[in-house]
C-alpha cells in the first residue's frame, strides 16, 4: 500500500510591486507522510500530561514557622467575660490585651499555612508521554484543529507544511521574514504582535511584565543558523526534532499549533518514533499507538447496509406512550367538537333575529328599617 505524500516547499521572488518584492511558495518535491501522523488523537492524555509537566518547574514557597508568634501573648482564662484567645502581655499601649496567635486575630498566624514539603513535582510515565506527544505532532497537519486553536493558515498551502533544507542555512532574519511571506504566514505574525498587552497582576513585578500570544513553531534539525534568523520575530518558537517538548508543541494542553518543518527534520520522525513495521531506533520498548477501531465515524457503522440489513425491525407495540397533553375545550375547537358534535352545526348555522328586550321597570327600593 502506498504511502500519502506531502509537498516540500522552497519560497522564490515573485512579482515586484513598486520596490517592494513579493514571495511565493512554489513545490520543491515530495515526502513520504511519517506514521506518527497517523495516530489517533487523544486530548485527554495531552492534557493530563501538560499538567504534570507544568508542575515540575514549579518552585516550593511557604511562609515563615513562627509568623505569628512573634510576641508574647497567654490566655487570660475563664471568668473575665472575654474570649479565650491569647492576648498580649503588658500595659501602656493599644497593643497590650489584643488577640494574638489566632488566624481571627491581627497580626496572627494564617490558617493552614503553606509548607515547603508540599509535593510539588510528580513523576511522569512515559509511556503516556510518548503518547501524547505523538498526538500533539499528529494535530500540528489537521487544519480544523489548528485554525481552532486561533493561528491564521487562511494563506498556507498545505498542512503539515514542509521547508527544503536550505531554510536551515538561513542567518538574517529578513530571510526568516521572506520565508514566512512566502508562505502565506506574516498574518500570524502581525496577530501575535498585536496581542501584546500588560499581564494582569502582581506578575508585572516580577520580570513578567507583557503577555502575548503564541506563533508558529519551526522544527529543525541542524542548526546551521536557522535560530539566529527566527528568534526575533515575535511568537515564533524553535525546537529541535530530536528535542519535541509537549510544552511548545501544545501550549496550554490544547492540541493543533501551527507547525513549519524542515524537510530533513521530517524525514527523521520515521526515526525517532518508528512506524507500525519499524520499531523506534532511540526509543526503547515504544511502537506507535494503533488506532482501536479502523473506522472511528460511528454514525456511518449504525447507518451501514452490513449493520442495518441484519437488525429487526423496531417494535413500536412495546414503546411507551407519550404522555397525552389536557386541552381546555373552552379554548381548544378541536377538542370541543370532539366532545359535542352537535357545536361544529351550530356554529355554522345562521344567527336568527331576535326580539329586542324591554327594560324592566326598577324595583322599589325597600324602606330601611330603624334600628
Known amino acids: 500500500m502506498a504511502r500519502a505524500t506531502v509537498n516540500v516547499y522552497k519560497v522564490v521572488e515573485g512579482e515586484t510591486v513598486g520596490e517592494k518584492v513579493k514571495y511565493k511558495s512554489e513545490i520543491d518535491s515530495n515526502i513520504a507522510l511519517p506514521s506518527v501522523f497517523k495516530v489517533p488523537l487523544r486530548p485527554d492524555a495531552l492534557n493530563f500530561i501538560h499538567d504534570q509537566m507544568r508542575k515540575n518547574s514549579r518552585q516550593a514557597y511557604g511562609v515563615d514557622p513562627k509568623a505569628g508568634h512573634m510576641v508574647s501573648a497567654e490566655s487570660w482564662g475563664t471568668g473575665r467575660a472575654v474570649a479565650r484567645i491569647p492576648r498580649v502581655r503588658g500595659g501602656g499601649t493599644h497593643r497590650s490585651g489584643q488577640g494574638a496567635f489566632g488566624n481571627m486575630c491581627r497580626g496572627g498566624h494564617m490558617f493552614n499555612p503553606h509548607k515547603v514539603w508540599r509535593r510539588w513535582h510528580r513523576r511522569i510515565n512515559v509511556q503516556q508521554k510518548r503518547l501524547a506527544i505523538c498526538s500533539a505532532i499528529a494535530a500540528t497537519g489537521v487544519p480544523p484543529l489548528v485554525l481552532a486553536k486561533g493561528h491564521r493558515i487562511e494563506k498556507v498551502p498545505e498542512l503539515p507544511l514542509v521547508l527544503e533544507d536550505k531554510a536551515e542555512n538561513i542567518k538574517k532574519t529578513r530571510d526568516a521574514v521572506n520565508i514566512l511571506h512566502g508562505l502565506g504566514l506574516w498574518s500570524d505574525i502581525v496577530q501575535v504582535s498585536k496581542s501584546r498587552r500588560l499581564r494582569p497582576g502582581k506578575g508585572k513585578m516580577r520580570n513578567r511584565r507583557y503577555i502575548q500570544k503564541r506563533g508558529p513553531i519551526v522544527i529543525y534539525k541542524n542548526d546551521n543558523g536557522i535560530v539566529r534568523a527566527f528568534r526575533n520575530i515575535p511568537g515564533v518558537t524553535l525546537i529541535n526534532v530530536s528535542a519535541l517538548n509537549i ?7 490544547h492540541l493543533g ?4 518543518w524542515t524537510k530533513s527534520a521530517f524525514a527523521e520522525l520515521d526515526r525517532i518514533y518508528g512506524t507500525w513495521s519499524k520499531s523506534s531506533v532511540t526509543k526503547t520498548d515504544f511502537n506507535l499507538p494503533a488506532p482501536k477501531m479502523t473506522n472511528s465515524d460511528l454514525m456511518r457503522i449504525l447507518k451501514s447496509d452490513e449493520i442495518t440489513s441484519v437488525l429487526r425491525p423496531r417494535k413500536m407495540i412495546n414503546q411507551r406512550k407519550s404522555k397525552s397533553v389536557v ?6 375547537n378541536g377538542v370541543l367538537i370532539k366532545l359535542n358534535p ?15 328586550k324591554t327594560k324592566e321597570e326598577p324595583s322599589k327600593k325597600k324602606a330601611k328599617t330603624a334600628k
Open 247 to 253: 510544552l511548545k508543541l501544545s501550549p496550554g494542553g
Open 257 to 260: 499549533r501551527l507547525a513549519i
Open 327 to 332: 386541552k381546555n375545550p373552552l379554548k381548544n
Open 342 to 356: 352537535y357545536m361544529a352545526k351550530k356554529r355554522t348555522a345562521p344567527k336568527s333575529k331576535e326580539e329586542p
